[in-house]
């Protein structure tokens, strides 16, 4: 009787054991991204999408130009042609601003975008990175070229995303790197030569872009609705504006930096 | 190669608890051996040396070499190790030799980036030289060889390699009757045994010794002018753990330096684009353990400005190229060392690093080209 009983109970712990196994079992592949279904991508209507140009500016007196020094590594005075300019605030006629990341950053929550399958390059030549700012979507491919007779070390010191620096020498095939994560913006230096620098900004919506030389920018191809747009720059900071694109509407946003 | 390295593993295992010489047997009859311990020790051929002695001199610089005593090298092992060493009949097709891969005109390696094997089968890692193996703690560069005796049978069966059964290499050696005469001399019977032939090629190994380089005459030599004021200022940034943090694995003793800590570390070299994953394992091969993957066996950097391409990929071309690789902090990874996280080099400390590593070109031993009348 009691050996049955403790055989019993045996029986119990067992089964108890074997069915947390089973429930475990079945919770992993809930966890694996693979198994969750995509959410349906957005598809934007062409007959009503509008769009928002603008102007970004600087006010004030231009700092001067600041030459960067590349005779640390000789090869890289070659390769430069010419010489370097620090290029954190890069004015142009009448003020224009270069290299301001404009991104639209709340109107379009629950919204899927899908990723492009073009890659979007970052160019290691002269011992610079080109472009400095780069806009990408979350796993769109990066792709890393070094165009230099010399090693680069090139590393996205990114907070949100997975913060990795990897060597790649003259003539090594290009890296293919994806950012999983949004983040606004992703610091870019070479572990080798301190000047370089660039920014990455990661989205996960392709409302995004870089003011050219001449402050111009333009976002293309928007549904209509209120957004906020915000400008990112790296020496100057950040602004918002609440902006409404009603169909077929090309909005214009200009915004200005007020300098010391 | 999985399978590869763990039969060798398995190998090195058991004759290591068991202490018999069971390399000419294979995995099935060793396993049976065993089990049948009475019927399987029934004719053993003496592996030992017995000809006359030899005490190996290490060049200046370098400490004494470990002899195994079960292997005591001599005279007779020596020549017929070099002999060995130089002939094409351990491969398969009779046009490879160890000598191939591991060349006296490239400091004892091939110098490609991968080895070519038998019907030009390209391997996976970059032929390190043999020059100071002898003092080595593992062979290859995930270790998966603990001694020159164990790691000298593996290339010959090695399908990548030179790929020729153990059974016919020691058939095509007994035909030959200067072998015969020479395996009587170095062991006392005429028979050719694979553990034979490991312990000869371990022991002319074991006098591919090389220093007395600039860096000794400067460090042991007492010799002030032996190296340039740049090569001076790249040994103080090559032992600095603030600047170049070389010696921190790289090793220099107070009485030798061999460059090399004999243990494995992980730089980064060969991640893949997703940062984490290795195409090479390297040490995590051998033993299973999760940061053990992608760490190599840090090589010696005596010669090493005679044996590009380097690293086991030999993925880098030359030394400036090394060196500006330590310079970015190698490639990070989950399992990247600590040790590479201090290296701080500037441009000029870089040159200077790589200038010193010129001055580590040391004298080639005597007597180990291809034995006479067979260059």
Same mark, same amino acid.
């Given at each position: 009787?009691?050996?049955?009983?403790?055989?019993?109970?045996?029986?119990?712990?067992?089964?108890?054991?074997?069915?947390?196994?089973?429930?475990?079992?079945?919770?992993?592949?809930?966890?694996?991204?693979?198994?969750?279904?995509?959410?349906?991508?957005?598809?934007?209507?062409?007959?009503?999408?509008?769009? &928002?140009?603008? *102007?970004?500016?600087?006010? $004030?007196?231009?700092?001067?130009?600041?030459?960067?020094?590349?005779?640390?590594?000789?090869?890289?005075?070659?390769?430069?042609?010419?010489?370097?300019?620090?290029?954190?605030?890069?004015?142009?006629?009448?003020?224009?601003?270069?290299?301001?990341?404009?991104?639209?950053?709340?109107?379009?929550?629950?919204?899927?975008?899908?990723?492009?399958?073009?890659?979007?390059? *970052?160019?290691?030549?002269?011992?610079?990175?080109?472009?400095?700012?780069?806009?990408?979507?979350?796993?769109?491919?990066?792709?890393?070229?070094?165009?230099?007779?010399?090693?680069?070390?090139?590393?996205?010191?990114?907070?949100?995303?997975?913060?990795?620096?990897?060597?790649?020498?003259?003539?090594?095939?290009?890296?293919?790197?994806?950012?999983?994560?949004?983040?606004?913006?992703?610091?870019?230096?070479?572990?080798?030569?301190?000047?370089?620098?660039?920014? *990455?900004?990661?989205?996960?919506?392709?409302?995004?872009?870089?003011?050219?030389?001449? $402050?111009?920018?333009?976002?293309?191809?928007?549904?209509?609705?209120?957004?906020?747009?915000?400008?990112?720059?790296?020496?100057?900071?950040?602004?918002?504006?609440? &902006?409404? *694109?009603?169909?077929?509407?090309?909005?214009?946003?200009?915004?200005?930096?007020?300098?010391? | 190669? +999985?399978?590869?390295?763990?039969?060798?593993?398995?190998?090195?295992?058991?004759?290591?608890?068991?202490?018999? =010489?069971?390399?000419?047997?294979?995995?099935?009859?060793?396993?049976?051996? !065993? @089990?049948?311990?009475?019927?399987?020790? %029934?004719?053993?051929?003496?592996? %030992?040396?017995?000809?006359?002695?030899?005490?190996?001199?290490?060049?200046?610089?370098?400490?004494?070499?470990?002899?195994?005593?079960?292997?005591? =090298?001599?005279?007779?092992?020596?020549?017929?190790?070099?002999?060995?060493?130089?002939?094409?009949?351990?491969?398969?097709?009779?046009?490879?030799?160890?000598?191939?891969?591991?060349?006296?005109?490239?400091?004892?390696?091939?110098?490609?980036?991968? #080895?070519?094997?038998?019907? /030009?089968?390209? /391997?996976?890692?970059?032929?390190?030289? !043999?020059?100071?193996?002898?003092?080595?703690?593992?062979?290859?560069?995930?270790?998966?060889?603990?001694?020159?005796?164990?790691?000298?049978?593996?290339?010959?069966?090695?399908?990548?390699?030179?790929?020729?059964?153990?059974?016919?290499?020691?058939?095509?050696?007994?035909?030959?009757?200067?072998?015969?005469?020479?395996?009587?001399?170095?062991?006392?019977?005429?028979?050719?045994?694979? %553990?034979?032939?490991?312990?000869? @090629?371990?022991?002319?190994?074991?006098?591919?010794?090389?220093?007395?380089?600039?860096?000794?005459?400067?460090?042991?030599?007492?010799?002030?002018?032996?190296?340039?004021?740049?090569?001076?200022?790249?040994?103080?940034?090559?032992?600095?753990?603030?600047?170049?943090?070389?010696?921190?694995?790289?090793?220099?003793?107070?009485?030798?330096?061999?460059?090399?800590?004999?243990?494995?570390?992980? @730089?980064?070299?060969? +991640?893949?684009?997703?940062?984490?994953?290795?195409?090479?394992?390297?040490?995590?091969?051998?033993?299973?353990?999760?940061?053990?993957?992608?760490?190599?066996?840090?090589?010696?950097?005596?010669?090493?400005?005679?044996?590009?391409?380097?690293?086991?990929?030999? #993925? !880098?071309?030359? !030394?400036?190229? +090394? +060196?500006?690789?330590?310079?970015?902090?190698?490639?990070?990874?989950?399992?990247?060392?600590?040790?590479?996280?201090?290296?701080?080099?500037?441009?000029?400390?870089?040159?200077?690093?790589?200038?010193?590593?010129?001055?580590?070109?040391?004298?080639?031993?005597?007597?180990?080209?291809? =034995?006479?009348?067979?260059?």
């Amino acid at each position: 009787m009691a050996s049955t009983l403790r055989r019993l109970s045996f029986l119990v712990v067992s089964s108890a054991v074997l069915s947390t196994g089973c429930s475990r079992k079945a919770e992993q592949p809930q966890t694996a991204p693979a198994s969750q279904p995509a959410p349906p991508v957005y598809h934007v209507d062409s007959a009503t999408a509008g769009s &928002i140009h603008g *102007i970004v500016r600087y006010q $004030g007196k231009v700092p001067p130009k600041k030459p960067i020094d590349l005779s640390e590594d000789p090869a890289c005075v070659e390769a430069h042609h010419g010489k370097a300019y620090d290029e954190s605030i890069l004015v142009g006629r009448g003020g224009a601003l270069a290299n301001a990341f404009v991104y639209v950053s709340k109107g379009l929550e629950g919204k899927n975008f899908a990723t492009p399958a073009e890659a979007v390059v *970052i160019d290691q030549k002269g011992c610079w990175f080109h472009p400095h700012v780069l806009g990408v979507q979350v796993n769109q491919t990066v792709d890393i070229i070094n165009s230099d007779p010399v090693t680069h070390n090139i590393h996205p010191m990114a907070a949100t995303n997975r913060a990795w620096n990897h060597s790649q020498g003259p003539g090594d095939p290009p890296m293919h790197r994806k950012f999983t994560k949004p983040e606004v913006m992703i610091p870019v230096k070479c572990n080798i030569h301190d000047w370089m620098h660039a920014y *990455i900004g990661v989205l996960d919506h392709p409302y995004f872009a870089v003011s050219a030389e001449d $402050g111009t920018f333009t976002i293309p191809n928007l549904p209509p609705g209120t957004y906020t747009l915000t400008i990112w720059h790296e020496k100057l900071g950040t602004q918002d504006q609440q &902006i409404t *694109i009603s169909p077929q509407q090309s909005a214009a946003a200009d915004f200005t930096y007020k300098g010391k | 190669m +999985v399978p590869r390295s763990a039969l060798i593993r398995r190998k090195t295992l058991l004759r290591g608890r068991i202490a018999f =010489p069971a390399g000419r047997l294979g995995l099935g009859a060793l396993l049976t051996t !065993l @089990l049948l311990p009475v019927a399987g020790c %029934k004719s053993v051929v003496p592996a %030992k040396p017995l000809g006359t002695p030899v005490s190996i001199h290490s060049p200046l610089g370098l400490p004494p070499v470990p002899i195994p005593p079960e292997n005591p =090298p001599t005279v007779q092992t020596i020549a017929l190790g070099r002999r060995l060493f130089y002939d094409q009949r351990l491969s398969k097709d009779n046009t490879l030799a160890c000598a191939s891969c591991h060349n006296p005109k490239f400091y004892f390696t091939d110098g490609l980036q991968f #080895s070519k094997g038998v019907g /030009g089968e390209v /391997g996976v890692r970059n032929a390190p030289t !043999l020059l100071n193996v002898a003092y080595q703690p593992f062979q290859f560069w995930d270790g998966r060889a603990l001694n020159l005796e164990d790691q000298a049978a593996s290339p010959i069966a090695n399908p990548i390699e030179m790929n020729q059964s153990h059974d016919v290499s020691v058939s095509k050696l007994r035909r030959d009757p200067v072998y015969r005469a020479m395996f009587r001399d170095a062991f006392g019977t005429e028979d050719v045994t694979l %553990k034979r032939i490991e312990n000869a @090629l371990a022991s002319f190994e074991r006098t591919l010794l090389s220093g007395n380089s600039a860096f000794d005459r400067f460090q042991y030599g007492h010799d002030s002018n032996a190296l340039t004021p740049q090569q001076v200022r790249g040994l103080a940034i090559f032992i600095n753990p603030v600047k170049g943090n070389c010696a921190a694995c790289h090793t220099i003793n107070a009485q030798y330096a061999l460059f090399t800590d004999g243990k494995f570390h992980n @730089l980064g070299e060969g +991640v893949g684009d997703d940062g984490t994953s290795f195409k090479d394992t390297g040490r995590y091969h051998q033993t299973g353990i999760e940061t053990d993957r992608g760490a190599f066996k840090t090589p010696t950097l005596r010669n090493v400005a005679r044996t590009a391409p380097y690293m086991h990929d030999g #993925s !880098l071309g030359t !030394l400036k190229a +090394v +060196v500006d690789f330590y310079a970015g902090g190698g490639n990070s990874n989950p399992n990247l060392d600590k040790e590479i996280k201090s290296i701080h080099l500037s441009g000029q400390d870089r040159e200077d690093l790589v200038s010193f590593l010129n001055s580590l070109t040391g004298d080639l031993p005597a007597n180990v080209g291809p =034995p006479p009348g067979k260059e």
